[in-house]
């Protein structure tokens, strides 16, 4: 009897089933293996095969994955769907993105993409509101939605901390957003900012007439997070915001379970995702992490500037696209442009990626020379006159603030 060996992985006249998870690779095979072992290789060690000939005592399930086209360096594979524990994100991970990531018949592998099928995709609830907070929430019609992250990012007395977010929401900013290494120290406590920052929040509402919101970062170990999460709702939250790739994919699953309960959004902040995506050719890419953001549920999520401000970003209109696309049913997520970003970059950034986004800003508010609560005025002030489809200079000579920030940093 034949054993299951690397060769059996292989067959490029394969077609896979709908019902199969199919996913595209860029492989560079070791100095000593032709890119069809390689490519059988990973299709084995990321399902159910290893380096030893295998011999099989009676009947098995076969859950092998199959290698079916290789074109260049890119290859796909198909994924039988009972390889997968529905709705456990964390195990398919760790077959599509799990050992091979380190296998030494490889000198470089990432994962490219994935197509995901309608009935694993059913097994993950999706994001419960999706772009839709932009109008549900803030009723901003037909402009993208702003974020403000106080800067210095930790350090902030909670009363300093609050008053900067209180000067940006009365600024004409939507959301006040939590850094990601701020949570709960003892210059800054949790629930004191909570508390506080809702408090500034109604006053700005009342002074304003529009609506605002705060996004106050709960994440901490699994167990924590709830307790924050029924806080946020209990003291009259909208959302949370959770570092999803640093707290980990489990953890952001029991979290929008908890969400769905209170009626919440998620923002996801993406810290550490370049450990995964910044080599060109090596690990996830970040479209494939957002679409695991938006199939554990996240509502809003950070996908880079289109190359404006200050980060290095993949493709961030070509994961947008894909998280506005439809998959199977399942509500879009809204994309959050941020890094480096200030008021001259708006009409760009727009260009680029159109108004369905939140566009955050921290130094590009707080660095303004007249402080926070310009910083705000000029931000929105920008946007305004994008969605109006006025030219920026122009609508500038009206607005002093947008004057002063264009002064300072230009419109590149
Ligand atoms: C932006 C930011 C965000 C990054 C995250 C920062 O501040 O608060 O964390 O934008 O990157 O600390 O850098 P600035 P990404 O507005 O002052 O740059 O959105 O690419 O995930
Ligand atoms: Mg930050």
Redesign the pocket.
């Known amino acids: 009897m034949a054993g299951i060996t690397y060769e059996d992985f292989l067959d490029t006249s394969y077609e896979p089933a709908d019902s199969e998870l199919v996913c595209t690779f860029s492989v560079d095979p070791a100095a000593d293996m032709d890119m069809a072992a390689a490519a059988s290789r990973v299709a084995s060690e990321s399902s159910n095969g290893t380096w030893a000939e295998l011999q099989v005592d009676g009947e098995i399930t076969d859950l092998s994955a199959t290698a079916f086209e290789i074109d260049g360096r890119r290859v796909q594979v198909a994924y039988p769907d009972s390889l997968f524990e529905a709705g456990n994100m964390a195990q398919i991970l760790s077959c599509i993105a799990g050992n091979i990531m380190g296998m030494k018949a490889v000198d470089r592998i990432r994962l490219l993409d994935c197509e995901w099928p309608e009935a694993l995709t059913a097994s993950f609830p999706g994001p419960r509101f999706g772009s839709a907070v932009r109008e549900s929430i803030f009723g901003a019609g037909d402009r993208p939605i702003t974020a403000t992250?106080p800067?210095p990012?930790v350090g902030l007395s909670t009363d300093q901390h609050v008053q900067v977010g209180y000067e940006a929401w009365t600024g004409g900013i939507d959301l006040l957003k939590d850094?990601?290494n701020l949570t709960d120290q003892p210059f800054n406590p949790f629930r004191d900012r909570l508390i506080e920052s809702f408090g500034a929040r109604d006053r700005a509402e009342a002074e304003t007439g529009e609506k605002k919101s705060y996004l106050i970062n709960v994440t901490a170990d699994t167990n924590t997070m709830l307790e924050r999460v029924d806080m946020v709702a209990e003291e009259g939250g909208e959302y949370v915001m959770v570092d999803v790739i640093t707290c980990g994919w489990a953890a952001v699953q029991t979290v929008r379970d908890q969400c769905e309960k209170h009626d919440l959004a998620i923002h996801a902040?993406?810290?550490m995702?370049a450990a995964f995506d910044r080599v060109p050719n090596h690990g996830v890419s970040m479209r494939v992490l957002a679409q695991v953001a938006r199939l554990c549920g996240v509502d809003q999520l950070?996908t880079?500037?289109a190359d404006l401000?200050?980060?290095e970003?993949e493709d961030s209109r070509g994961i947008n696209d894909w998280l506005a696309s439809d998959l199977h049913g399942l509500r879009d997520v809204l994309p959050?442009?941020?890094?480096?970003?200030h008021p001259g970059l708006v009409p760009e950034l727009v260009d680029r990626l159109g108004t369905n986004i939140c566009i955050?800003?921290?130094?590009?508010i707080h660095g303004h020379p007249d402080g926070t609560h310009a910083g705000a005025k000029a931000l929105r002030q920008a946007v305004d006159a994008t969605v109006a489809g006025v030219d920026l200079d122009e609508y500038a000579a009206e607005h002093p603030e947008l004057e002063t920030a264009i002064g300072k940093w230009g419109t590149e």
């Open positions: 992250v800067k990012k850094d990601e902040h993406r810290a995702h950070h880079g500037t401000g200050k980060l970003n959050v442009a941020s890094g480096g970003l955050q800003a921290g130094g590009g």
